[in-house]
Structure formats: structure tokens, C-alpha cells
């Protein structure tokens, strides 16, 4: 199993941006995994925001976050990255990355179901 540290959240006009990023700690190689970041909002269901490969050869989006946020990856670093540009006020939520080992290097997931490894979240919250 591989544990998930979660920072960078905090409270962000409208417009504005913010960096998060999930360090990994484990005995597997980071990477091994492929990543996902997910959210959570206020009386809603957790739903997926982006995912990259173990190679970061391949990226996912949801719809709503589509040219707005970027996944990325450090695997010598063991880290995984949300970068968050203009943002708005329906991102406001708790974000979780989640890790799945990976058999294969160009495999992305989108489904929380697929995830074994969830850290604990950081809360994002976007102000008018």
C-alpha cells in the first residue's frame, strides 16, 4: 500500500489558481501507480477530476475542469500535481488523490472503484 499526503489547498478568489500536491510514501515504487485526483463538494457525491499514467504519457479530464487544470507527475520526486487555473465558484470542494498500482504504463482511471490508496484530502475553497 502506498500512503497519500494531500497540501496545497486554501481559499482562492474566483479567477485565480491555486497548485496541489500529493506526496506518496510507500515500499512500491511510486511509480508503479497510476494517480488520480477526485473531489468531493458539500452535500454532493465524490466525483473525478483528472488521472495520468505511470509514464505521464497519458491524461484524463472531467468535462467541467477540461483546459482549466492540469494533472502532472514527479515520479523521482513521488509526487503527483493538480495545477488549478480559473477557478470558479463550483470548485470549491475537498480534493483526495488516489493511487492504483498499475500493470500497465499507459493506463489511466476514472472510476473511484479502481483506486485502493486515498489520502485524505485538502480543501479547496473558491470565494466570489
Not at 44 to 50: G, I, L, P
Not at 79 to 108: F, H, I, P
Not at 117 to 127: A, K
Amino acid at each position: 500500500q502506498v500512503q497519500l499526503v494531500e497540501s496545497g489547498g486554501g481559499l482562492v478568489q474566483a479567477g485565480g489558481s491555486l497548485r496541489l500536491a500529493c506526496a506518496a510514501s510507500g515500499r512500491t515504487s511510486f511509480s508503479n501507480y497510476a494517480m488520480g485526483w477526485f473531489r468531493q463538494a458539500p452535500g454532493k457525491e465524490r466525483e473525478f477530476v483528472a488521472a495520468i499514467s505511470r509514464n505521464s504519457g497519458i491524461t484524463n479530464y472531467a468535462d467541467s475542469v477540461k483546459d482549466r487544470f492540469t494533472i502532472s507527475r514527479d515520479n523521482a520526486a513521488n509526487t503527483v500535481y493538480l495545477q488549478m487555473n480559473s477557478l470558479k465558484l463550483e470548485d470549491t470542494a475537498v480534493y483526495s488523490c488516489a493511487a492504483t498500482a498499475s500493470a500497465g504504463r499507459w493506463n489511466v482511471f476514472t472510476r473511484g472503484y479502481n483506486y485502493a490508496s486515498w489520502g485524505q484530502g485538502t480543501q479547496v475553497t473558491v470565494s466570489s
